[in-house]
T-cell receptor, first 108, second 114 residues
Framework: GQNIDQPTEMTATEGAIVQINCTYQTSGFNGLFWYQQHAGEAPTFLSYNVLDGLEEKGRFSSFLSRSKGYSYLLLKELQMKDSASYLCAVRNNYQLIWGAGTKLIIKP | NAGVTQTPKFQVLKTGQSMTLQCAQDMNHEYMSWYRQDPGMGLRLIHYSVGAGITDQGEVPNGYNVSRSTTEDFPLRLLSAAPSQTSVYFC?????????????FGEGSRLTVL
């Protein structure tokens, strides 16, 4: 079967760092996406990893380990506007398999 | 640049009614798709299209029809609405059909079936 696991909810403090994990078990793997989704809005693209290692993009970084079936999204210098759900999606051939998302709550 | 436009944003139906969710994109994307999003679950693919005149089923196609007569438009039809189809629906498009690019989503359509 195909399975993507993310924590349901996480809480962090403004200005801090948070790591959101995603583990996957899929029949194939061609890359992993992270999307951000604010409440009541559409998902928007954050990052795409196809090779092992860390990809940094401003305050956000994404890491991939294909051998461990594991990725994380690292958010630094948290701001209140980072309160959102973060969706992990694995590309398997021509389709995407989505995790249920992690709701991130930022406290002042 | 409008991107992906979905209508309506909200809709209430009675069981058995039919309706069409509209989706249009102005980015000349080959790939278009419809997802539903339910609490506690990942986005689930309903139908997708890799170009005008070509459609295929996704993970949860039952109760839905699609067509792709033009590159720009990809409507989703609910044939006979059921309470289980209460959900938020997203249309999404991508430039290429090989799944190497990011998906661009519409704002979503919140459907309630009574």
């Amino acid at each position: 079967g195909q399975n993507i696991d993310q924590p349901t909810e996480m809480t962090a403090t403004e200005g801090a760092i948070v790591q959101i994990n995603c583990t996957y078990q899929t029949s194939g793997f061609n890359g992993l996406f992270w999307y951000q989704q604010h409440a009541g809005e559409a998902p928007t693209f954050l990052s795409y990893n196809v090779l092992d290692g860390l990809e940094e993009k401003g305050r956000f970084s994404s890491f991939l380990s294909r051998s461990k079936g594991y990725s994380y999204l690292l958010l630094k210098e948290l701001q209140m506007k980072d309160s959102a759900s973060y969706l992990c999606a694995v590309r398997n051939n021509y389709q995407l398999i989505w995790g249920a998302g992690t709701k991130l709550i930022i406290k002042p | 640049n409008a991107g992906v436009t979905q209508t309506p944003k909200f809709q209430v139906l009675k069981t058995g009614q039919s309706m069409t969710l509209q989706c249009a994109q102005d980015m000349n994307h080959e790939y278009m798709s419809w997802y539903r999003q339910d609490p506690g679950m990942g986005l689930r693919l309903i139908h997708y299209s890799v170009g005008a005149g070509i459609t295929d089923q996704g993970e949860v196609p039952n109760g839905y029809n699609v067509s792709r007569s033009t590159t720009e438009d990809f409507p989703l039809r609910l044939l006979s609405a059921a309470p289980s189809q209460t959900s938020v629906y997203f249309c999404a498009s991508r430039l290429d059909v090989r799944n190497t690019g990011e998906l661009f989503f519409g704002e979503g359509s919140r459907l309630t079936v009574l």
